[in-house]
């Protein structure tokens, strides 16, 4: 039983424009969300988080929206970069719990 | 500097061995953890150590034991390895949740392992 989904395995996105990667949730006692991003190779690397007591979390080129009712969250990248091209990971967790619940991922791919 | 270290990089092996991978972090974290990422690059929590004592323990075979010798420490024992092994093992750690509820995770570079 998956309780966090991406459902689009592959993105790709014109450098300058915006990148939008998508995250469901099933789990209603998830109250803490994050995203990572994972090059080839090296483990995954923290992006940004957002508590459920958000709606938006903003940090640098990256914002995270969290939508509770639809238990919905996305991330923003603006403008996206080559350098944006990899693998991003949404995840959830219970704040003050160890156990982080991953998505399967999306692949973005930057086209120069 | 590296954060969270793990080592070997690659470990290829036969069915049946037995088998360490080694993490260590020097960022003071009092949390670790494994993750499992299996053929389908779903990344799964195994095992979880709060200075040293074991707070996680998703249903994992007993052929793997978690070992954490100090809390700059832990590792990964796999006994009689079965082809289903084969994944990238990742180590991670974290500030302790209760002083730091929504702490991130820091994630070492993973080890690939692969059994023949």
């Known amino acids: 039983d998956q309780q966090v989904k991406q459902n689009s395995p592959s993105l790709s996105v014109q450098e300058g424009r915006i990148s939008i990667l998508n995250c469901d949730y099933t789990n209603s006692m998830f109250d803490y969300f994050l995203w990572y991003k994972k090059y080839p190779a090296e483990g995954p690397t923290f992006l940004i988080s957002?508590?459920?007591?958000?709606d938006k979390n903003e940090d640098g080129r990256f914002t995270v929206f969290l939508n509770k009712s639809a238990k919905h969250l996305s991330l923003h990248i603006v403008p996206s970069q080559p350098g944006d091209s990899a693998v991003y990971f949404c995840a959830a967790k219970n704040f003050g719990n160890e156990k982080l619940t991953f998505g399967t991922g999306t692949r973005l791919t930057i086209i120069p | 500097d590296t954060a969270v270290s793990q080592t070997p990089k690659y470990l290829v092996t036969q069915m049946g061995n037995d088998k360490s991978i080694k993490c260590e972090q020097n960022l003071g974290h009092d949390t670790m953890y494994w993750y499992k990422q299996d053929s389908k690059k779903f990344l799964k929590i195994m095992f979880s150590y709060n200075n040293k004592e074991l707070i996680i323990n998703e249903t994992v075979p007993n052929r793997f034991s978690p070992k954490s010798p100090d809390k700059a420490h832990l590792n990964l024992h796999i006994n009689s390895l079965e082809l289903g092994d084969s994944a990238v093992y990742f180590c991670?750690?974290?500030?302790?949740?209760?002083?730091?509820?929504?702490?991130?995770?820091?994630f070492g570079p993973g080890t690939r392992l692969t059994v023949l």
């Open positions: 957002i508590s459920s007591i958000k």
């Open positions: 991670a750690s974290s500030l302790d949740v209760w002083t730091s509820g929504g702490s991130e995770q820091f």
